[in-house]
């Protein structure tokens, strides 16, 4: 409780700021890596921010401060924070000699696994705050300004993180991220986020249904749940019912109620958790999308136990299996890793035959990459690059392929499409389908942020054209 009120300054008075800052402007640059979650993270700090008389700017040369939300997930994504940083210190130079201070704060899952290790490397940085630690950002900001030497927090409490962070949350537009589950117990052998964000967490549904309306009342029409292992999600129900447990099926049901909310999907999903009751809401509650993200990670039976996975490849398809009899036509989507330590060509070739036999509408692959402190690092039989690079390309080749098929399978189909923006050329306007794809089409501004219904007409790499039917009706041509 007592550390939850340190940061009440942002959390309880938005209108208030008892900071020296009253009235003085001060800029906040956030630039985000990564996943979804950092993604609704960075929203929270900006709004946390916002009080203290932070507004957001997209330069980071008009920043007093500063925040990398990062991202650990793969090496590649780990050292982009640093040649950012030194970018930044450049420009926190410059700014210098203009007599303007700069803080520079690292957020995220860099934060989180690297600690001091980061103001070591990178002296420039003032403040390192792990993902659970958001809410105490004012006061580290404070203390960063007094003190030589970087502020670090990096406290694991996920429930503190969320009754501290400001309640009120409006939209950005009709669709928004709405963090239910942080964490994650499944320890895969490959990956980090049991070490950076920590213990399997969920948020309680009450709070939960309190941030959906907000976010509905400001005119967002899909919400999109988040969790590292969302379907893990489970709480007490409601305050003032006496049922069981609940696991996400019935948060979707329950959510599905809230009038105005059109849409609703989640991620990230494990095969291990996709309980019958959530199974049974994608069969039958409308409001949730026809969309699955169902990361198998690989095929063969062998690398999927050394991956820790808990799950066979028999066993993943059969799951799909009763999803597509429930909404036959879910779309699916996956992660995939190759090169994973001792895949033979023969266990990546299981990978392939899966992926075959589930054809998915859209995936992401990626080459294994070693991350310090999980145990497959310290896994001999590490697979060679160039190995790990021609596989990735045959894996790529194939999904884009089924990617490709699925987009032109709704040639002709008649879709209802969330507008969600004003398209690239006059007159455009662009949204998205029950199944995730960009949709473009001519249509007026005015149907941003309600559904319109439009027939799909051709494929582009990315994205689909379509016709809204109200149109296709004026010209005649239904
Ligand atoms: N190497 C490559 N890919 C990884 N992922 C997680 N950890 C690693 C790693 N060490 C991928 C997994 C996961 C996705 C978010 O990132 O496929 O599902
Ligand atoms: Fe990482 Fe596995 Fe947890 Fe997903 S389920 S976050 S891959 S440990």
Known sequence: ?????????????????????????????????????NVYDSERMGALLAPLGYAATSQPEDADLVILNTCHIREKAAEKVYSELGRL????????????QTQIAVAGCVAQAEGPEIHARAPVVDIVVGPQAYHRLPEMIARAARQR?????TDFDVNEKFDALPKARTGDGPTAFLTIQEGCD??????????????????????????ARMLVASGVREITLLGQNVNAWTSAPPAGEHAEAWGLGELCR???????????????????????????????????????????????????????????AEHYIRLIERIRAARPDIALSGDFIVGFPGETDADFEDTMALVREVSYASAFSFKYSR???TPGAAMRAQVAEDIKTDRLARLQTLLEAQKQAFNRSLIGKTLPILI???????????????YLQSVHMDGPARLIGGIAQATIRDVTPNALTGVLVDALHEKGTA
């Not at 969600?420 to 029950?434: L, V």
């Open 1 to 37: 409780m007592s550390k939850a009120g340190e940061a009440e300054i942002g959390a309880n008075s938005p209108h208030e700021t008892h900071d020296h800052t009253a009235g003085a402007e001060k800029r906040v640059f956030i630039k985000t890596y990564g996943c979804q979650m």
């Open 89 to 100: 210190k450049n420009i926190k130079a410059s700014r210098a000699q203009t007599g303007k």
């Open 149 to 153: 030497g970087a502020v670090l927090e």
């Open 186 to 211: 499944k320890f895969c052998t490959f990956c980090v986020v049991p070490y950076t964000r920590g213990a399997e967490v969920s948020r309680h549904v009450d709070a939960i249904t309190a941030e």
């Open 254 to 312: 329950h959510l599905a109620k809230i009038d105005g909310l059109e849409r609703i999907r989640f991620t990230t999903s494990h095969p291990r958790d996709m309980d019958e009751g959530l199974i049974a809401a994608l069969g039958d509650e409308p409001k949730l999308m026809p969309y699955l993200h169902l990361p198998v990670q690989a095929g063969s039976d062998k690398i999927l136990k050394a991956m820790n996975r808990d799950h066979t």
């Open 371 to 373: 991350r310090p402190g």
């Open 420 to 434: 969600e923006r004003a398209g690239r050329n006059e007159g455009q306007i662009a949204g998205r389908s029950p």
